[in-house]
């Protein structure tokens, strides 16, 4: 064995180790996802190391089984720990639906799977460019794609997000990201399975963030998670933010800003915006988006049944209202309305 793949080997344990501790010292969505995320990529690991050595020859009843389905699941799983994170809502039902290729995955090469061990390593080498060559295409290219997902969604939620929110977030996409794109490479030009060493060993990075932060930090994610873990605002505090932020919509109209953010927000009422963050989630209810939106569509439904407005087109409502443009205006409005902003104008107005 190499000195690279004593070094992975060490690594695979590290991981699977860091995943226990996260699982068992804290509870919580943000732990469990993260827990489950870093176990899987450890048992990828010493598959690979399994799967590339004579024990697969000697040992065969486990070759392929692991590597093609696990690939489809990182990133719906590293997507939830996002949503956690940087949405600060609970899993939901339709969350299930980023599993559906993982599922498509294990059924298009059951086959496969339901073989014989030594008879299952003879058909993956005889059908290696015919069927499984497509197979880590299609891998690749979804780890690749989540990535670019997680690019989008950090960008999107940015100023809302704190020094540490920025930190962890950042670094764990950026090294989730190149390592993608690492593995989309070496599916393309690498000669042997072996060099895909190189990207477990890249990707391994993400596992000693994870497991610095658990251990100099083990509270981090208690403290960047509070809607699901510790809170560190007291009821009265989280009160107190409340009215300084219903003041600013009612009084001051706030809403009406559209490129109002979390932290313009802040801005406005003197405070933090993991603070109003953490409120809003809490103690209203609600996501900063829905909380703002609803307040714009209320103020559009005003402008839609008022006379002086009779003259004013949908698009031209939705920018007055605090919109940005016609598409988000009618989906929120629909949202909170289950109508749709002209069919609302036209029950009201006759």
Not at 308 to 316: G, S
Request: a positive charge; proline letters at 3%.
């Amino acid at each position: 064995m190499t000195a690279l793949r004593f070094l992975l080997l060490g690594y695979a344990f590290l991981t699977i180790f860091i995943s226990g501790g996260l699982f068992f010292k804290k509870s919580g969505q943000a732990y469990f996802t993260l827990s489950m995320f870093t176990v899987l990529f450890g048992i990828e690991m010493l598959d690979f190391l399994y799967s590339t050595s004579v024990l697969a020859r000697m040992h065969p009843q486990f070759f392929g089984i692991y590597y093609f389905t696990a690939g489809f699941i990182y990133g719906p799983v590293l997507f939830l720990h996002f949503n956690v994170l940087l949405k600060e809502r609970y899993f939901k039902p339709i969350d299930l639906l980023h599993f559906v290729p993982a599922v498509i995955a294990f059924l298009s090469i059951s086959d496969i799977l339901f073989m014989p061990g030594h008879s299952r390593m003879d058909y993956i080498g005889a059908h290696f460019f015919d069927r499984i060559m497509p197979f880590n295409y299609a891998r690749a290219t979804h780890i690749l794609l989540y990535g670019i997902v997680f690019v989008f969604l950090i960008y999107k939620n940015y100023s809302s997000l704190d020094s540490k929110k920025r930190l962890y977030t950042l670094s764990t996409c950026s090294i989730y990201f190149i390592t993608a794109v690492l593995m989309s490479w070496l599916t393309e030009y690498a000669d042997d399975w072996r060099q895909f060493i190189v990207y477990y060993i890249s990707a391994s990075s993400i596992v000693f963030i994870i497991g610095y932060v658990l251990y100099t930090e083990p509270d981090f994610l208690s403290r960047i998670a509070g809607k699901y873990l510790s809170s560190n605002l007291s009821q009265k505090d989280m009160s107190v933010i409340k009215e300084k932020i219903i003041s600013s919509f009612e009084r001051d109209k706030a809403y009406l800003e559209s490129n109002l953010t979390l932290a313009r927000l802040g801005e406005l009422i003197e405070e933090k915006p993991h603070r109003i963050s953490q409120t809003l989630s809490e103690l209203v209810r609600e996501s900063f988006n829905d909380f703002t939106n609803r307040f714009r569509v209320e103020h559009a439904k005003e402008m839609l049944v008022k006379d002086e407005f009779r003259h004013y087109k949908i698009e031209a409502i939705a920018l007055e209202s605090g919109f940005n443009n016609k598409v988000t205006f009618s989906k929120a409005f629909t949202k909170f309305t289950a109508q749709k902003p002209s069919v609302y104008r036209n029950s009201m107005t006759g």
